[in-house]
């Protein structure tokens, strides 16, 4: 049986910022011995006869499934709830979900719009809750973007890690991450689509918490916010339930774009990120998913690895 000497058992990830730099390095860590052990063969069975509910209001290729073989690879298993399926806070109220499927499961991941659903289920469930994306956040992309960003570059702090267009979920997340690992963050959006000046006060208030000298800032101008960057990161204009705004956003983000005009305002080795699913032509050019800069492909596999440190430290 594996011991990794460490637990956060019971620990909820509604937020990143559930997690202290020590704690979210020990998911980082995990995930990578785990990774490691994988690729000798050795699978760790520490989940036998333990499973995960996985609660989704949306659609999702890459959360459902590395969830779902993570639990499969450590013994247990998962059970996929579809939209149709709870119907979460209107066929029945989130207590009654939450302390329901508490008697059932071992954990619970869930997949939301409102951010709040999330709150609330942590609330009253007896099993960790883990936020599979919602509209404020999500950290179970950035565990496995800071798996990545360290296997490349063998470091976080004092990286700049550059957004590239909408003040989202994914870059809510990716500031609080930086925030807290010494990276420093930038963002290039358009007007009216900034990060939140809360999200941003929010992030370097844990900066100087965490004594991590993290800068968080925000631009309009793309290649000031992308100027000798080591990372470049984006995501679609319009995020699941936004659907109505594609029009509109096609045209306020026109030029948000990575691309080989972008690339060369950062460091020559920028490495090129994107949570998936891209849209090629319009937050990122359709060349960039074969630049040998791009771990795309690598960052999509390590939400696996990642997905298997969370649940090994939250559910043991
Ligand atoms: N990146 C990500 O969360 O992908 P899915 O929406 O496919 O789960
Ligand atoms: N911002 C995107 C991320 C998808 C993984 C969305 O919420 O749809």
């Avoid at 704690?23 to 785990?34: D, K, S």
Wanted: net charge neutral.
């Amino acid at each position: 049986m594996a011991n990794f000497g460490y637990s956060l058992k019971g620990k909820h990830t509604r937020s990143v910022r559930d997690f202290t730099p020590e704690e979210f390095m020990r998911v980082i860590y995990t995930a990578r011995e785990l990774k490691a052990r994988q690729l000798t063969g050795e699978h760790c069975k520490i989940f036998e006869g333990r499973t995960l509910g996985m609660v989704f209001q949306k659609p999702s290729l890459r959360t459902v499934v590395s969830f779902q073989v993570a639990m499969n690879q450590l013994g247990g298993s998962a059970i996929y709830l579809g939209p149709d399926q709870i119907n979460l806070g209107e066929r029945e109220t989130v207590e009654d979900v939450a302390n329901v499927l508490s008697g059932y499961v071992d954990a619970i991941m869930v997949r939301v719009f409102g951010h709040h659903l999330i709150e609330e289920l942590a609330k009253y469930s007896r099993v960790p809750v883990i936020n599979g994306l919602s509209d404020f956040e999500h950290p179970c992309q950035i565990f496995g973007d800071m798996l990545t960003i360290l296997e490349r570059k063998g470091r976080l702090q004092g990286l700049k890690l550059c957004f590239v267009g909408d003040g989202n979920n994914v870059a809510n997340s990716l500031a609080f991450a930086a925030a807290r690992l010494g990276l420093n963050f930038t963002i290039g959006s358009p007007v009216g689509y900034e990060l939140k000046p809360e999200v941003i006060q929010m992030a370097l208030a844990d900066a100087k918490t965490f004594c991590t000298g993290s800068k968080v800032e925000q631009f309009h101008d793309l290649k000031e916010a992308a100027r000798d960057a080591d990372i470049v990161y984006t995501d679609v204009w319009a995020s699941m339930g936004q659907e109505a705004e594609k029009v509109e956003r096609q045209k306020k983000f026109k030029g948000y774009i990575i691309d080989q005009e972008l690339l060369k305002v950062t460091k020559p080795d920028a490495m090129i990120l994107h949570c998936l699913p891209a849209h090629y032509g319009e937050e990122i050019a359709a060349d960039m998913q074969l630049d040998p800069r791009s771990a795309v492909y690598p960052q999509a596999e390590n939400r696996l690895h990642a997905q298997k440190g969370l649940l090994a430290m939250v559910m043991r």
